[in-house]
């Protein structure tokens, strides 16, 4: 599944760095000594995806956001990153539209955007995994603020 990812300072310096010129040399047979900045680049992102789970071979820029952005195909199963996301913390804020609705009266609304042609290819598990999260962060989000207001 393709996702959003943002690359921290050290990652985006790493990136940087393995971008920048090579000495042209070659040795005998006409064998490079030095990796291009391609080759180089490729294998940073390599790094980067084995540790925050990405096929790096996915990596595509987020139009109108800074070059620590990108989007690129999840190689961890959901189950995973349940498994790996830190619980909030118990007095964690979270501000939604919904904070404090008028008595009686439950309003919220959400916006899910997903590309098409990955959409097409779920299964119906998949489907009813993903709206099975919403639920699960609504549920959350609501006890959330039942402790606060308690």
């Known amino acids: 599944m393709r996702r959003e990812y943002e690359l921290t300072d050290e990652q985006h310096a790493k990136l940087l760095d393995a971008c920048k010129p090579t000495p042209a040399m070659w040795g005998r047979g006409g064998m490079p000594m030095f990796k291009s900045p391609q080759e180089n680049a490729n294998a940073a992102w390599a790094d980067i995806g084995r540790e925050m789970g990405f096929d790096s071979m ?62 097409a290819g779920w299964s119906p598990d998949r489907i009813t995994a993903f709206f099975g999260g919403i639920a699960q962060v609504l549920a959350a989000k609501g006890a959330l603020e039942r402790d606060a207001s308690a």
């Open 58 to 119: 996915t990596v595509r820029p987020v139009a109108g956001k800074s070059s620590r952005y990108f989007t690129a195909d999840s190689t961890r199963s959901m189950a995973h990153t349940e498994a790996t996301v830190a619980p909030l913390a118990k007095n964690a804020v979270i501000a939604t539209t919904f904070s404090m609705p008028a008595e009686g009266i439950v309003q919220f609304n959400i916006s899910v955007k997903v590309n098409a042609q990955d959409f």
